[in-house]
């Protein structure tokens, strides 16, 4: 044999292990699914399984990616944007031909916990069974009796609109075997029994870290316990804060800090901020239907990450913001024009009604890029059984220079030592 042909017979052999180890990580876990019987599939779940399950989707948030706007509940064909190409989601009510009228238990629960569809094809990470592989199986199976019990809607899946490579199943399995391993929730013995439950919705269902964990170029989500957290949302123009950066959304440990939290998820508003944009949608379908105790176990699991991120050290004070005296002249006087009558002169806000801007950390984040879009788009929190009539945020359509102006005396304002915001940022925010 020459030199040639043995280059090549060591390649191929070298594709085909590579091969046969990305097929074996993404069997990793997985045992052959038993069918169910006829009479298994017929059997009605129980009440308190399907209200159980009614309150897991409202956990998960599962209405929000799987209703599209004035379509019918769970019928999917929501079309979700991602770095990617666009993806759209499935229908989830008991239509035998479209929806999941034909799946069985265990095939539900392979679809959470493996990331695979009935017919045993990859599911793009989009549906988040990073997250939801933590969910036990009798919370699967609670979820599913509760999806079985919704009207059926004949609606078909729609294909996804992804770039290639990012479509095929060899792709998908190369980054199943980077980024995804299977796993049910382990509690933690050296936790209580409260961290633990706000540890398993928080990383389960909840996918907290579906937004709110930093993720690399391939889309694989970091842990949501760095300080470097947050991220872009894709065609939203709204970036998810870290949930462990204290400068950010990080979570104070003091009880003060956690009953804020939880007047926030159950509200929408609390003392200190409002929901707007995305966090408004999971406020109104999720956690403002949760129960308080699961509120607040949420919020103390979080304020761990932020202790832990703060064992790091304290991060070095910025250098003193260098700031245009013409630019905050014209900042404050667009500030009393524009916002001083809700948000008060000395950014005081108004309790309950509008947030103060005083130390908002939204206002003094190293990105500005919530508050530029809060300030160009508007919105309203959501309405919630304890704040049903919000008070909104109206759109400013401000020229670049002005926007900039505006933002920069903001930040600067109140002891804020926020770095001011060029024309160029503001026009990019748009």
């Avoid at 308080?292 to 932020?306: Q, S």
């Avoid at 108004?350 to 788009?377: D, E, F, H, K, W």
Wanted: aromatic letters at 6%.
């Amino acid at each position: 044999m020459n030199r040639r042909w043995a280059w090549a017979l060591a390649a191929v052999l070298l594709l085909a292990a590579a091969a046969l180890a990305v097929v074996g990580l993404n069997l990793r876990g997985e045992t052959p699914l038993q069918p169910d019987t006829p009479a298994a599939l017929r059997l009605a779940a129980q009440p308190d399984q399907i209200a159980r399950g009614a309150y897991l989707a409202r956990a998960g948030n599962c209405a929000a990616c799987h209703t599209a706007r004035g379509g019918a509940p769970y019928a999917g064909g929501r079309a979700i944007a991602t770095p990617f190409g666009t993806v759209f989601s499935s229908n989830l009510t008991p239509d035998a031909a479209t929806g999941l009228g034909a799946w069985t238990g265990d095939e539900f629960w392979r679809a959470l916990h493996h990331g695979r569809t009935r017919d045993g094809r990859l599911l793009v990470p989009a549906f988040p069974y990073p997250n939801t592989t933590l969910v036990t199986r009798a919370d699967a199976d609670a979820l599913h009796a509760y999806l079985r019990s919704l009207p059926p809607v004949a609606q078909a899946n729609r294909a996804h609109d992804l770039r290639w490579p990012y479509r095929s199943q060899a792709a998908l399995a190369i980054w199943r075997a980077l980024y995804f391993r299977p796993g049910e929730f382990q509690p933690d013995t050296r936790q209580s029994a409260e961290w633990n439950r706000g540890a398993y919705l928080v990383n389960g269902l909840g996918h907290c870290s579906a937004c709110h964990a930093r993720r690399n170029l391939l889309g694989a989500a970091a842990g949501l316990g760095e300080a470097r957290g947050g991220s872009a949302l894709p065609q939203q123009r709204w970036v998810a804060p870290s949930l462990a950066d204290p400068t950010e959304a990080g979570v104070g440990a003091d009880a003060a800090s956690i009953d804020s939290l939880v007047q926030l998820l159950k509200t929408g508003i609390n003392e200190h901020a409002v929901a707007l944009g995305p966090m408004a949608e999971v406020v109104a379908g999720s956690t403002q239907h949760l129960a308080i105790a699961d509120l607040r176990a949420m919020a103390g699991y979080l304020a761990t990450l932020g202790a832990t991120a703060a064992t790091a050290g304290p991060a070095e004070p910025p250098p003193p913001a260098s700031r245009a005296p013409a630019a905050m002249a014209r900042g404050g006087q667009l500030y009393n024009k524009h916002c001083a009558d809700c948000h008060g002169d000395q950014g005081q806000g108004a309790p309950g009604i509008y947030p103060p801007l005083a130390g908002n950390r939204t206002v003094t984040m190293a990105n500005p890029q919530n508050m530029l879009q809060a300030i160009t788009s508007g919105g309203f929190p959501p309405a919630t059984a304890g704040n049903p009539r919000p008070y909104g945020m109206p759109a400013f359509d401000l020229p670049p220079d002005d926007l900039a102006a505006l933002t920069t005396w903001l930040r600067g304002s109140w002891g804020h030592q926020a770095a001011p915001v060029s024309a160029v940022q503001a026009l990019l925010s748009r």
